[in-house]
């Protein structure tokens, strides 16, 4: 006998891919297959109890690879209410009228990686809604689909996986057929430029055969093989670049922050009092780049960041590692459009999506450099925390206000930063102390004003913040995000730094970055040039 409010409701059928053993039924969130770091284990088709997973099984001899990998399962009770209940779903799908999947019944596609926390809040076009997918959740993108087209679509078993080759040579890459059969698919060149996405499927296998030295590359060395496992990319080999020290780094810093300097002063237009503020993720989002992360942390997934002379000193590249995880297109679009309506929010400004990086991991000892960004492109900003590792104490984002005070940020997995990129200096400069950040960093900018900073405020744009009074510290000086300096306008808000620094000039930048590096760090004697 079967106990508990896990029942397993055994059926088995044969298929042309893998093979559905077992629908499982889970009564609360709990009973969803977590692995030991409470991440899903595996990707879950779930479905409504009652008959939708009798009637899905009557159908799986439509579905063309079997289950995708998908663990099929069956929601009542908590479960069901915590997935399922917001969309006002409490038919009874006992009832004898639910004879058809397509028209009467549920389902949603629940990601491997996702975190326990938000499992229940996967994005909207992962629901299957009796025959249609609200593809952003707002009604406006609707499309029609059976379950079939459902499960084999980018809600469910279609997903995104890229390849960067770091080999000596470039790459040629075969699909492997059910019946073994070798198909070409690409060639592969070499470095981050040359990386290159596919659309695919869960299961699939290809492998990776050296372009050289025959001309048929099927003769030359198997390389790697791969079956496609969720959303993600893969690197073959790494990114390489030592840790040597960098001649005249005070120099260059200095040089830098001059030049960072003069450029936030030119831009003349803004979006909010403080050039920031802290908010967070919506769980969906959450749960979606959250898992994205998770199912790509490791090698060979992550690989270093190509950084090098040419891109200046913002990153202690010479000291430290940069690794970064490459996201596609397809499900960037995504992130890009529900993120740009956090930010249109906030700034009450129609915005256009100019770049979305990927997702960059720093590790022990990284610093980021005061700096701003692009003026044309990067009008507001997000930074959003994706997760954090091992961390000992907190890693600020450093945020200079309208009036240049320092304010340094806390952020939690899942907290987000919106900025005034242009215009606000921002930065890491505080060395990470232990463990590992990964962040991704969005950009927008006012539609179609590509000019857009050399514009005054247009009516209705809130003052900038300039006076705020007399400022104390009440807190401890290493007090974060906690209000530990208040001001006689609390409108200042909870993150002023406790240092109560406020740069004048380039120069105060410059001693900022000095005074708060590695104390063991050895600095070079200036040589009073101008620069």
């Given amino acids: 006998m079967l106990t ?17 053993e077992a629908i499982s039924r889970a009564g609360n969130l709990s009973d969803l297959p977590f692995d030991e770091n409470d991440h899903l284990s595996t990707h879950v088709l779930a479905v409504p109890a009652g008959k939708c997973g009798s009637l899905l099984l009557e159908d799986t001899v439509d579905f063309e690879d079997g289950s995708h990998g ?7 009770g908590e479960a069901f209410d915590s997935v399922f209940g917001h969309l006002g779903a409490y038919a009874d799908f006992s009832s004898d009228e639910v004879t058809d999947f397509n028209t009467d019944c549920l389902a949603v596609c629940l990601e491997k990686g996702t975190l326990r926390e938000v499992v229940a809040r996967p994005l909207p076009h992962r629901y299957f809604l009796q025959g249609k997918v609200d593809q952003d959740g707002d009604g406006m993108r609707v499309t029609e689909a059976s379950v079939q087209q459902f499960v084999m679509s980018d809600s469910c078993a279609k997903v995104e996986y890229g390849f960067v080759n770091y080999h000596d040579n470039p790459i040629k890459m075969y699909w492997i057929s059910h019946s073994g059969q070798q198909v070409y698919n690409q060639e592969i060149g070499v470095g981050e430029r040359k990386t290159s996405f596919i659309n695919t499927f869960i299961g699939h296998k290809f492998e990776f055969y050296d372009s050289q030295p025959n001309e048929d590359a099927l003769q030359n060395e198997l390389l790697f093989d791969w079956i496609i496992p969720n959303h993600g990319i893969i690197g073959f080999k790494n990114y390489e670049f030592p840790h040597v020290p960098v001649e005249g780094v005070e120099r260059q810093v200095q040089q830098t922050l001059k030049s960072e300097w003069r450029r936030h002063e030119v831009v003349k237009r803004t979006f909010s009092p403080l050039a920031f503020d802290k908010g967070r993720l919506p769980d969906d989002l959450y749960a979606s780049l959250g898992a994205y992360w998770y199912n790509n942390r490791d090698v060979p997934h992550v690989v270093h960041e190509e950084w090098g002379r ?55 000892g990284a610093r980021l450099l005061s700096h701003v960004d692009r003026e044309s492109t990067h009008a507001a900003s997000l ?44 930065g890491r400069n505080t060395p990470l102390q232990s463990g590992t950040y990964v962040n991704l960093f969005t950009h927008y900018r006012p539609l179609n004003d590509p000019d857009w900073y050399l514009r005054d405020n247009p009516e209705g744009t809130p003052e900038p913040l300039i006076d705020v009074g007399t400022c104390n510290l009440v807190g401890k000086p290493d007090e974060y995000s906690k209000g530990a300096v208040q ?30 590096g590695p104390r063991d760090e050895t600095v070079e004697d200036n040589d009073n040039e101008e620069l």
């Fill in 70 to 76: 998908h663990q099929w399962m069956e929601l009542e």
């Fill in 487 to 516: 001001c006689q306008n609390s409108a200042i808000g909870p993150h002023l730094s406790p240092s109560m620094f406020t740069a004048t000039c380039a120069d105060d930048m410059f001693q900022w970055w000095k005074s708060v």
């Fill in 310 to 364: 040419h891109k200046g000193v913002f990153v202690n590249y010479w000291e430290t590692d940069v690794n970064f995880i490459q996201i596609p297109w397809h499900l960037k679009k995504r992130w890009q459009r529900r993120l740009r309506e956090l930010v249109e929010a906030w700034t009450g400004v129609e915005l256009e999506t100019t770049d979305m990086y990927g997702m960059r991991e720093y590790t022990k």
């Fill in 383 to 426: 930074i959003v925390n994706i997760a954090q590792q091992n961390v000992s104490q907190p890693w600020t984002i450093e945020v200079h206000d309208h009036a240049d005070r320092l304010h340094e940020v806390v952020m939690e997995p899942g907290d987000i930063v919106y900025y005034e990129s242009a215009k606000a200096l921002h």
């Fill in 4 to 20: 508990g409010t896990l029942l397993a409701i055994i059926y088995s059928i044969a298929l042309s891919g893998d093979v559905v």
